[in-house]
């Protein structure tokens, strides 16, 4: 597993956790909140063995995370900026007044599952995947040039190969592209759902004090 430990804190206390093994992390991630006193925004990272903790804070909410060194820092970023998407969506503005561990019964659920997927699931790094490709492809490439220079064939043949790697790349490009769209489009999927139901349930709110889903006694 990737990603070991997380928590989502309100400066130096601590509104949610949870670890996937046992270790010291919940002790490290607490000196770290001391440390990085202040409300600036930030997007940091401290080593620690063989484990780097990396640390996202936003709008006053403090998310951070421990992960394997060999993880880099795009997929442990890439996982706390859903991990704080969804903890403010979610609790909105209770988390400014909200008690240490409030939000842990409920939310640590949403920890394990977001881990596990950032962890195990290839999809979580689409990209990487696609960079992985396109990198077999260039290796392949200069490989194949390699023995065209040894073998002494025409300069046609270089041209030729050089096109097909610029279509590969252009291939990878559009990918990618496509990639991010869908992304998007997910979003505002996602945001016109929640208007949705935002709207039922105030027309329901609205019933019930109104007297009837035909709103008689506020007209």
């Given at each position: 597993?990737?990603?070991?430990?997380?928590?989502?804190?309100?400066?130096?206390?601590?509104?949610?956790?949870?670890?996937?093994?046992?270790?010291?992390?919940?002790?490290?991630?607490?000196?770290?909140?001391?440390?990085?006193?202040?409300?600036?925004?930030?997007?940091?990272?401290?080593?620690?063995?063989?484990?780097?903790?990396?640390?996202?804070?936003?709008?006053?909410?403090?998310?951070?995370?421990?992960?394997?060194?060999?993880?880099?820092?795009?997929?442990?970023?890439?996982?706390?900026?859903?991990?704080?998407?969804?903890?403010?969506?979610?609790?909105?503005?209770?988390?400014?007044?909200?008690?240490?561990?409030?939000?842990?019964?409920?939310?640590?659920?949403?920890?394990?599952?977001?881990?596990d997927y950032y962890s195990n699931d290839p999809n979580a790094?689409?990209?990487?995947?696609?960079?992985?490709?396109?990198?077999?492809?260039?290796?392949?490439?200069?490989?194949?040039?390699?023995?065209?220079?040894?073998?002494?064939?025409?300069?046609?043949?270089?041209?030729?190969?050089?096109?097909?790697?610029?279509?590969?790349?252009?291939?990878?490009?559009?990918?990618?592209?496509?990639?991010?769209?869908?992304?998007?489009?997910?979003?505002?999927?996602?945001?016109?759902?929640?208007?949705?139901?935002?709207?039922?349930?105030?027309?329901?709110?609205?019933?019930?004090?109104?007297?009837?889903?035909?709103?008689?006694?506020?007209?």
């Open positions: 597993m990737t990603i070991l430990f997380t928590l989502v804190a309100r400066e130096s206390i601590v509104l949610a956790e949870y670890s996937g093994t046992s270790t010291n992390a919940s002790t490290i991630a607490r000196q770290i909140l001391e440390k990085i006193t202040g409300n600036n925004d930030m997007n940091v990272s401290y080593s620690q063995d063989r484990y780097i903790f990396h640390v996202k804070r936003t709008d006053g909410v403090t998310v951070l995370c421990m992960a394997d060194d060999v993880a880099g820092r795009r997929i442990p970023f890439a996982f706390l900026e859903d991990i704080h998407q969804r903890f403010v969506r979610t609790y909105g503005r209770a988390v400014l007044s909200a008690q240490a561990y409030g939000m842990n019964d409920e939310f640590s659920r949403v920890l394990s599952q977001q881990m790094d689409r990209m990487n995947r696609l960079q992985g490709e396109m990198s077999q492809v260039r290796n392949v490439m200069i490989q194949n040039i390699d023995k065209v220079l040894e073998r002494g064939d025409r300069l046609e043949s270089l041209v030729d190969k050089t096109a097909n790697m610029q279509t590969n790349t252009l291939r990878f490009k559009k990918q990618s592209r496509r990639f991010r769209n869908t992304m998007w489009w997910r979003n505002v999927k996602f945001m016109v759902i929640l208007g949705f139901a935002l709207l039922g349930i105030l027309y329901i709110v609205l019933a019930f004090a109104c007297q009837g889903f035909s709103l008689p006694s506020c007209f």
